[in-house]
């Protein structure tokens, strides 16, 4: 009975109802184009970020969070990194190695972090060579690096001119070069813009000393909304060997 009173009533007034339907049904409608575009922005907002440093996900030895030490490496080799690249839902892999130094130019010196990458690889994940301000982009068995217009306009560097690193390499060994600059990059970041020096990894590993180690593998998904649950799996899989951060994390 209530019911059929309820149906009646509704139809007792059609103009009243027709509004009231569409105007509920406009909103619904809103509100779920709004959120679809809100979850997109997020999703391309945290892609983004994620290619231009730290990935999306991360594979470091169980100590190097902490330590922050080019002693703390894994393995660059296919059969470690085997798990990951079986897995479906990685995308891409890059190694990297990622320490500190002191730069310096002239009477001037700083700490910076440099990036050791694979440079054809990077660009194609990052789109690295599409920051370039002067100068020309790495490949693979450079001898020269990029460095931020910010460190630049500090250190007083242009391309062709010479930067000095200096730090700590493997196990204690002296980690030191002098490098050409081949080009700079302006980088939207500041703090990476006053920081970062990119190299090729082949020459990173000469200068720390690591021989065939790295201090992280780089890991991009193909659906973001699996990410928690790939990297869940990714820990299982490297349960005691490595440590696999996240974005969020990173």
């Not at 330590?67 to 839902?89: C, E, R, T, V």
């Not at 990036?115 to 660009?123: A, N, R």
Request: glycine share 6%.
């Amino acid at each position: 009975m209530l019911v059929k009173l309820a149906w009646r009533n509704l139809w007792r007034q059609k103009r009243r109802t027709v509004l009231t339907a569409s105007a509920l049904a406009l909103a619904l409608a809103l509100s779920l184009f709004m959120r679809c575009l809100q979850e997109g922005s997020y999703a391309n907002n945290i892609e983004n970020a994620a290619r231009f440093y730290t990935g999306l996900i991360q594979i470091q030895h169980p100590e190097f969070s902490d330590s922050q030490s080019i002693d703390d490496l894994l393995p660059a080799n296919g059969q470690f990194i085997a798990a990951a690249k079986n897995h479906q839902n990685i995308e891409r892999i890059l190694p990297r190695i990622e320490s500190f130094a002191l730069a310096a130019a002239g009477d001037k010196s700083k700490g910076v972090m440099v990036m050791g990458v694979l440079p054809e690889q990077e660009d194609d994940y990052s789109n690295i060579a599409g920051k370039l301000s002067e100068g020309m982009f790495l490949s693979a068995d450079d001898k020269q690096v990029l460095i931020g217009e910010g460190l630049a306009r500090f250190l007083e560097l242009q391309v062709g001119d010479e930067i000095i690193l200096y730090g700590q390499g493997y196990r204690g060994q002296t980690a030191a070069g002098l490098y050409p600059v081949k080009g700079i990059l302006d980088f939207p970041m500041p703090q990476l813009d006053n920081q970062l020096v990119y190299m090729p990894l082949a020459l990173a590993q000469t200068l720390y000393s690591t021989e065939q180690q790295i201090t992280a593998w780089v890991l991009h998904t193909r659906h973001l909304s699996a990410l928690s649950q790939t990297v869940a799996e990714l820990a299982a899989d490297y349960a005691g060997q490595a440590n696999v951060r996240d974005w969020q994390d990173l």
